[in-house]
């Protein structure tokens, strides 16, 4: 984090990302100053209605954030950013994208939890856009223009008003991370209660465990003895009513229709109260770790590792046996995952794996079969692209192998 105090005083020159947050309610002009060098502007958690055509002169910006501002209306002035990639102007006020707005090098565009009911067609002759976030919003339709985008890989159009199915996403050839629950198109009126209901006071939370865009993951322990689960347990409270990836009841909902999966987080009991909703899972042993990190901005939609991380051939083919019967048995109960990552999966020693996080996945059984068969097939990419991503750190010593070159059959 810096200072405005910084930037005025010069003792910010040369820097190549600057974060401000400090309630500003216009555009600090200084900022142009770090022209020749600046890359990433995180202007995020301010008072900011509008940006000046003068941002232009930043040539080498690549990113911007502004999140949780006031912005009515997408600046036009972002479309004349020459070297412009990621605009992420999440949880605004935003109305209106005009056609000037989107930057002609546009990777990766995130307007979740804003108040937009259309998009422009420009949006469909954006062909380097990989990642596409809409959740949140209150779009009845998308562009047709849309199947021009054959390089998008991620998209996210949960909790929006769109009454039909939007083909011209399901055609597209790299799409493989599709979230579109909350939608009037994918409503179920099904209520599932494959675990039991118990109240929130039932237990006592202790520490943090984990937590991502749609709730926090605590230890927990029964207050009262009880014979009907296990001493120790893992619970998920559920953040607010929207997430950047959709609504959690319906996060919940999709998870208790998987059901049990030996290579599944399993579901024990669930809370639905009026001011809480929360699952219920078994706690996972301390040795599982992470098996991959989160995509970074250079990567965009695929996994990270650490440096130097490395997997033998044997592990890995263990790892993926494992993920497809996993991906055989979401797709048997029509839930479509939509984060098939490395990062949203734990594995031991032994290779054993754990999936979870069902913040994107969406319940398809509405759908009619060719747009069922579809999503499958979108899914089935995201499973191909984690075979690549763990075949990237495969033992240098064993990409002779022929488990090795199986996989690499099995994704070509």
Request: hydrophobic fraction near 40%; proline fraction near 5%; aromatic fraction near 6%.
């Amino acid at each position: 984090m810096h200072t405005l105090a910084q930037l005025k005083s010069g003792q910010l020159t040369g820097i190549s990302r600057l974060t401000l947050s400090e309630n500003l309610t216009s555009f600090p002009t200084e900022i142009l100053s770090l022209a020749d060098t600046l890359e990433i502007l995180d202007l995020s958690n301010n008072q900011l209605s509008a940006l000046p055509n003068s941002l232009k002169q930043l040539k080498k910006m690549k990113i911007i954030f502004a999140s949780n501002n006031h912005f009515e209306t997408l600046p036009e002035s972002l479309g004349q950013c020459e070297s412009l990639e990621m605009v992420g102007f999440k949880s605004n006020k935003i109305k209106h994208v005009p056609d000037e707005s989107l930057p002609a090098k546009l990777r990766w565009l995130i307007l979740t939890d804003n108040q937009l009911t259309r998009l422009p067609d420009t949006l469909g002759e954006r062909p380097r856009l990989q990642k596409l976030a809409l959740a949140g919003n209150q779009l009845t339709q998308l562009p047709a223009n849309l199947t021009q985008l054959t390089n998008l890989e991620l998209v996210r159009i949960s909790a929006n008003q769109l009454t039909e199915c939007p083909d011209q996403l399901l055609v597209l050839p790299k799409l493989a991370w599709l979230a579109f629950s909350g939608n009037p198109f994918s409503c179920s009126d099904i209520d599932i209660q494959s675990v039991p209901v118990v109240p929130f006071s039932s237990f006592s939370l202790q520490n943090v465990l984990g937590q991502g865009a749609s709730g926090v993951i605590s230890k927990a322990v029964w207050n009262t003895a009880t014979d009907a689960f296990p001493d120790e347990i893992a619970v998920k409270v559920f953040k607010g009513e929207l997430t950047s990836d959709g609504y959690p009841e319906d996060e919940l909902q999709a998870c208790l229709k998987v059901g049990d999966h030996a290579s599944l987080v399993k579901s024990l009991a669930q809370v639905n109260e009026q001011d809480c909703l929360a699952l219920v899972m078994q706690l996972i042993p301390e040795h599982y770790n992470n098996l991959g990190l989160p995509p970074d901005f250079d990567t965009c939609t695929r996994d990270t590792f650490k440096v130097g991380f490395t997997l033998p051939i044997e592990q890995i083919s263990k790892v993926v046996k494992q993920m497809q019967s996993v991906f055989a048995h979401l797709h048997e109960n029509q839930v479509s995952h939509g984060d098939l990552y490395a990062h949203n999966t734990l594995f031991d020693q032994d290779a054993n794996i754990i999936f979870g996080d069902f913040g994107a996945a969406t319940m398809y059984h509405m759908l009619n079969e060719t747009q069922q068969a579809q999503v499958q097939q979108i899914e089935h990419r995201a499973l191909n692209y984690f075979i690549e991503d763990l075949l990237s750190v495969c033992a240098e010593e064993d990409k002779t192998s022929d488990e090795y070159q199986t996989l690499v059959e099995r994704i070509n």
